[in-house]
């Protein structure tokens, strides 16, 4: 690699960065569940490859592989100590703004008493956290498509008796082949009543007609998570352009489950140049071998971009941020 070349990419390497898209138990590294596994006598033996590190075959597979992680995230103090974990890796990266995907059907199966309680030991813990390493951290309680429409109630239930300046958005991740997005419209409807901002998974498998359908059977989402497989679809590419519609695009995710064979073939470069308003994010970082240094770097070395573009990435993700406008501000400060 030439000087050029490595003097950039370190530079933009140290950029402080905004993350929208995050699964907060897909964020856990593994050694951190090897070690709940151990303590809680539970043989997860079966979801490790010898390296150590998440194995699994393909996306549906991921899927399987994860629940089983979550399986030992148990009490309120296991998602505390799951928090402080994540923003470490995350700060490493020198990430000063994450939001984070939460789900209720795993901290207390749905029920609006029990996610108060995970939620505000989490909470806390992100508020230690923020003292003492300078990054924010805002939730948006995610359904799981998978689990259906009837799941999906309770975790809107919840969603709704927790909107404020923490739990800050509602959205949906999990098989987009199951189902319609308009089958989940009663959750997304009564999230967005409580107040709070929309983003649904659309376009990772889907195709091109799934962000359509996000577009059309659900009312008031602002971002899309991945949505990249619009780029097949001309006309919705300029409808995103023009509707300012945010796009939560996560290339390492996608190279690592086969989407795309590289990131210099993924289209986030081409989303950009027509107008779309992308940003990038990590997804499930450990499952994916991803973190938010390595994919600006990877976007520097894919596409050439230098620190101004990836200043401008962070710029349009704090501007898509669900959180409200002082802690905005505040972010704004650490981007410099
Ligand atoms: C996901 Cl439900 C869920 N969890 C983690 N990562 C995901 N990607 C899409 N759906
Ligand atoms: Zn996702």
Redesign the pocket.
Known sequence: MNEELEDRLARVAALPKVELHM?F??AAPPAFIRGLAKEKKVDLSGIFAPDGSYAYRD?WH??EV?EAATSVLKTPRDFARLTRAILEQSAESGVVYSET?L?PDFCGGGDVGAWKEYLHAIREEAEACEREMGITLRGIV?C??HFGPDKAKPIARCAAETAGDWIVGFGM????KVGHQGDYAWAFDAAREAGLRLTT?AG?WGGAKSVREALTQLQGIERI?HGVQSIDDPALVEELAERGIVLEVCPG?NVTLGIWPKVAAHPIAKLRDAGVKVTVST??PP?FHATMTREFRDLSEAFGWQEDVFAQLNQTALAAAFCDDATRAEVAKRLG
């Not at 991740?173 to 987009?176: K, L, P, V, W």
């Open positions: 699964h138990e897909g996306f991921f899927l994860y995907f789900s995610t799981i498509r991740g999990g098989d987009e998974h990772e998570g995710s997804d499930d499952f």
